[in-house]
T-cell receptor
Framework: KNQVEQSPQSLIILEGKNCTLQCNYTVSPFSNLRWYKQDTGRGPVSLTIMTFSENTKSNGRYTATLDADTKQSSLHITASQLSDSASYICVVSAISPLVFGKGTRLSVIA | EPEVTQTPSHQVTQMGQEVILRCVPISNHLYFYWYRQILGQKVEFLVSFYNNEISEKSEIFDDQFSVERPDGSNFTLKIRSTKLEDSAMYFC?????????????FGPGTRLTVT
């Protein structure tokens, strides 16, 4: 069964610190992997999309990595800001449709 | 910047009633989607729509659900006889192209509460 597992479930960090969120998937066949940011009560907003051949992709302070062999991805957030507080969702694409992880709830505190 | 819009933002209805959730996708997009997210759970795919017909649907999308593109701009999700377990956030999304390499843009969601 196609599944996406994320860890940790929640995370609290101090403003200015870095953090890394993890994603493991068992989706086959694999097409691409996406990271979304979802603010409370809002729709997901795309941060990165990576295909099978891409190992890393950056979007400002967000850097995603992908290891297609081990079926793992990470999202690294550098120099966190209060506005980074949100859920970060790993989404894997098979042929279709998208398979969502449950997300990591990140809280950045001053 | 173009965005997907959804109305209403919050809908409260009684069990057994029909509801229609509305979405206006980005204007030049051709592929449309509905997802739902039960509180505290992950986003789940409901249905995809292209060229005035359903492309794919999940097990959740049973006979109680239907989708329509009644005009050139709106995309609707109808639930015929709501159940308590239909309470969730419903997200509409659209994309310019078919294929999983292409970005889907999500709307802000409609919170449906069935009492």
């Amino acid at each position: 069964k196609n599944q996406v597992e994320q860890s940790p479930q929640s995370l609290i960090i101090l403003e200015g610190k870095n953090c890394t969120l993890q994603c493991n998937y068992t989706v086959s066949p694999f097409s691409n992997l996406r990271w979304y940011k979802q603010d409370t009560g809002r729709g997901p907003v795309s941060l990165t999309i990576m295909t099978f051949s891409e190992n890393t992709k950056s979007n400002g302070r967000y850097t995603a990595t992908l290891d297609a062999d081990t079926k793992q991805s990470s999202l690294h957030i550098t120099a966190s800001q209060l506005s980074d507080s949100a859920s970060y969702i790993c989404v894997v694409s098979a042929i279709s449709p998208l398979v969502f992880g449950k997300g990591t709830r990140l809280s950045v505190i001053a | 910047e173009p965005e997907v819009t959804q109305t209403p933002s919050h809908q409260v209805t009684q069990m057994g009633q029909e509801v229609i959730l509305r979405c206006v996708p980005i204007s030049n997009h051709l592929y449309f989607y509905w997802y739902r997210q039960i509180l505290g759970q992950k986003v789940e795919f409901l249905v995809s729509f292209y060229n005035n017909e359903i492309s794919e649907k999940s097990e959740i999308f049973d006979d109680q659900f239907s989708v329509e593109r009644p005009d050139g701009s709106n995309f609707t999700l109808k639930i015929r006889s709501t159940k308590l377990e239909d309470s969730a956030m419903y997200f509409c999304a659209s994309s310019a192209y078919k294929g999983e390499s292409y970005e889907q843009y999500f709307g802000p969601g409609t919170r449906l509460t069935v009492t």
